[in-house]
Each structure stands twice: as structure tokens, then as C-alpha cells.
């Protein structure tokens, strides 16, 4: 199983980028697949997941209502659409997605992910 993800680069505050993930080696299906980012010398937070399966798609608070997840079935692959970018959104994004079934509250946590994409840069800054 592998994970590709892309799609990032320099924005300005206001602007938008949509993240890419490319999941290889399994079918998506209802598996959860988890969006996660990190930033210089913070531990690596939770963004949001896709729970196809209930029709759940869980966001942090800080990025809820700008932030929004999708998913393309036939190309295997989901998509991060990140707009209203603020400075503090610069981070490196992972995408990571878990073989189980978790239920809503456990999928911040890290350690139910199986496999991890390998980031890609945002920057958020004029």
C-alpha cells in the first residue's frame, strides 16, 4: 500500500490550494483515510477523515467550515480543498489511511493509521 500526496506550494492569506492523495495498492472502499499536518517544531495534528461508511466527514475546529474533504472512487483517490488559507495553516500535510474501523472519536489518533503518505509543504504567507 502506498500513499502519494500532492499538491502543495506557496498561497497568499485568503487564498486556496487543493491537496491531492493517490492511494495505490488497496481499494479505498469505506476505508478511512485521515488528513493530518505539521508544523516546525509542533507535534503532528489532526485535520480531518472521511468516514464513507457513515457518511461522516470530521473536521478540527480550526480548519471546520474551510477546509473540505472528497473522495473519487474510480481514481482511488481523495482530495483536501483548503480555502480562506491563514498564515498559521503552514505546516507540512501527510495523508494516512487505516486498514480499521474506527469509530468517530478515535480518528484523531495517530496510531490507528496504517500507512502514511509522504507530505507535501503549504505556506501560507504575502
Known amino acids: 500500500v502506498q500513499l502519494q500526496a500532492f499538491g502543495g506550494g506557496l498561497v497568499q492569506p485568503g487564498g486556496s490550494l487543493r491537496l491531492t492523495c493517490v492511494v495505490s495498492?488497496?481499494?479505498?472502499?469505506?476505508?478511512?483515510l485521515g488528513w493530518f499536518r505539521q508544523a516546525p517544531g509542533k507535534e503532528r495534528e489532526f485535520v480531518g477523515a472521511?468516514?464513507?461508511?457513515?457518511?461522516?466527514?470530521y473536521y478540527a475546529a480550526s480548519v471546520r467550515g474551510r477546509f473540505t474533504i472528497s473522495r473519487d472512487s474510480d481514481k482511488n483517490t481523495e482530495y483536501l480543498q483548503m480555502n480562506s488559507l491563514k498564515p498559521e495553516d503552514t505546516a507540512v500535510y501527510y495523508c494516512?489511511?487505516?486498514?480499521?474501523?474506527?469509530?468517530?472519536?478515535?480518528?484523531?489518533?495517530?496510531?490507528?493509521?496504517?500507512?502514511w503518505g509522504q507530505g507535501t509543504q503549504v505556506t501560507v504567507s504575502s
Open positions: 494516512a489511511l487505516t486498514m480499521s474501523r474506527p469509530i468517530l472519536s478515535s480518528l484523531p489518533d495517530r496510531s490507528i493509521y496504517d500507512y
Open positions: 495498492g488497496v481499494t479505498l472502499g469505506n476505508y478511512v
Open positions: 472521511y468516514r464513507r461508511s457513515h457518511g461522516n466527514k
